[in-house]
DNA sequence: GCTTAGGATTGG
């Protein structure tokens, strides 16, 4: 069995044979015998089936070590795993993110993409031709609420943890179509025949509405009233299979329906002959036996044999006739509100409409979602005018969502475009308002069954030429809806990281530490004074401080005045010089040995800050004073020493006060770092520092933005604090990240590269969410 | 508080 389920991490030992070892990731070393060792960690990243020319399978995954993770550089913790032909089938099917793992039979062979991800330099291979056919996995599913259903799989359900506990619950029975009795609860099942996806009824749910069939032939039919759309049917086709319980069959017009009741819920089955009996539900609990997945599978063969049932062939953009309606299964690129009743989505699905396609133009910014991908031309584009109340539906989907759409209208529209011919028809898709004929769109699962012909195609395309450098098996999951993702946003990453994306909900849900990859819009942001973001940081203490203002600065010379000594030390030249403030006067001390030297420091005592301003145009300055008889620092509350309009602080804990003198040989190049040795100065460096809240529909969280803001921006805060086009820079990403007008709808989306850590506050451990290796595309 | 809808277009 080369798939095998446990029931939980933690008794893993007694369910796996005894003669096999754990090896840990770090000690995986080439030339090793794996032969009775296996690998033991969590699916951090799972790779879409790949099929190949030959008829055969590939899948990748990352596995990463449980113990370990938290102090181990990834390269020792987490290592890639390539799954071959049957194995990759069935971990495709069974395994899920999170899952925990234990792989055995694997070889090692040397990762060509290590340099690139960071994961160890051997990957795991599984289920090819060299490991002998002893390859094995065994699961231990993770026991996450939020895990959708299609998760708990197939054959292996009976070893499902979950389901423990319920086997002794009620017993449903199940009542023949022909058997209804009207005013009487049932519970039922039935093949899909017509149905409408869920639409605002005049009351206060939702509705959907089911035309279902079994084998004693009469037509139901099903509306249920939910006020909530995740407990609505998942039909996706015709040809599903729906289990409902606690339906009420009531007399309409000569026949008999059901509609919902108290307690009713659904489950949806794909309704493909052998393919795995999945649940979609978004019920914790499910109750399934085994006995369901006979009925579902009886059901899919009867179904199978009534030629009447048999649903129309799936159209693709290459297949479409003008005037047809159709049901259209696409990726979502670009959305763009045309007015209050019509929203324009630009879809593809991999392939080439023999017609001319309209294409709907709108202003950039209306536009969410770039129809700017690697490869395209004209005839890949299809726009599709969404009317009325399916606009609804339409406002939560994001760039690269998969869609499919029900009884879409090709319209052939003549345009004034100047051709040869003169006038000529181009096809533009209407998803006209209301529900008949089940007009409705919804999104499809990314893993859905009905996705794989056109992510194949979606693979097939012309990739952007960086990415046809390493083309080998290893890069499977490099595929064009991720890089169309990337490309529709105003923030991308830098990292190499190959994180699958998820929502915020999962980042506040972990346990820290842990990175991410995720997607979402700025809610809010800290400080709004965007000058209050440059800070002052001591690498040393760790110290944090706010630049001082210039008024702040001016002060502090002026208190100085009073306590000027001018005193003078055997390594320095004194004189005096009359300040630009009338009446004051200040000490010009030079070390003697750089006398004439035009890269020496000069030390000034009893000057204004005007005074240091001007001579600091030709020469770098120190403020001084003196103290116990000793030349020191005037005071950390004003930069150390200045040159040019370049301010640099020192730290006030970490630097010694009195100030030595430097030797000339080292201030032989200028460098502020080289300066502060000789000086004895432990320098402060500006940083940025932003609060941003963050959103995306899921969750909100408040992330800092720090480490990695200059790569952020774009910018080195050094400069920003003397370099009006820079501020400039940061005010105009954060204009566009978070425009003072407008709602949520109009903000950008953006690629985040996002860390969880844990901090200490005021003696409590919280937790603590990082943006880093991100950086925005700002508009010049 | 206990309804809502009950398939069936041709159009922006």
Redesign the pocket.
Known sequence: MPISFLTSAGDSRTQVPPHLQQIAIRSLDLGLSCLDKFVKGKVVLKGPLVSMDNGKYVLKTVIQELEHQQNLPRGLSSIGAVLFNKLARDFSEAVNTEDVVLMTGFTLAPSPTAHKDGLHSCNLQLGGAGDGGGACVYVCPALNASRSPAHSVTRSLARHPARASETQVTKYTYTALNKLVPDTIVNIYGVV??F?QPYR?????Y?S?L?ITDPSSVKV?C?V?QGELHNHPQVFRTGDIVRLHRVKA?S?RGSI?V??T?GFSIVVFDGTVGSPVVPRTSSRKLHFTAEDEQTVERLRRWASEQTALLGAAAVRLADVEP?M?FDFTCQLLAKAEMDR??TLLKVWDGTECPYPLLDVSVEPDAQHGSTAVPGCRKGLVASVLV??DHIKMTQDLKPGSYLRIY?L?A?PQTTSAASPSGRSDHLCF?L????????GLRILPKDSPDLQELQRALELLPASSDDIADVSLMDVWATPPESLEEASCDAERTCDHTLEQVPLSSVTKSTPPKTFHTRAQLKTFQPQKLFQCLKLYCPQCNALQNVPDEEAIGSAFHRAVGTAAFGSEPWLLTCFRESTEPGRKMAVHLPSSSHNDQTSLIFLEGAALEDVCQISEHRAVVPVRWHDGKMSFLDFSVPVFFQGSARHYGCRNCSRSECREPLPMELQEWDEKKVAEALGVQLLQYMLLMKLELDDGTDSLQALLWRDAEIFFGVSAQDTATDQQLQDRIQRTMDRLCPPEGTMETRPWLNLCLATYSAEEAGRSTVCYQVLNTKTVCPD
């Open positions: 025949t017509f409408k009824s005049m009351g206060t749910d509705c509405f035309k039919s509306t009233f009531q309409f329906n509609t919902t108290h005037r309606y009743n019509c009317y009325d009884n209208h319209v209407h006209h308002g209301g529900t008949s004929y089940g007009r």
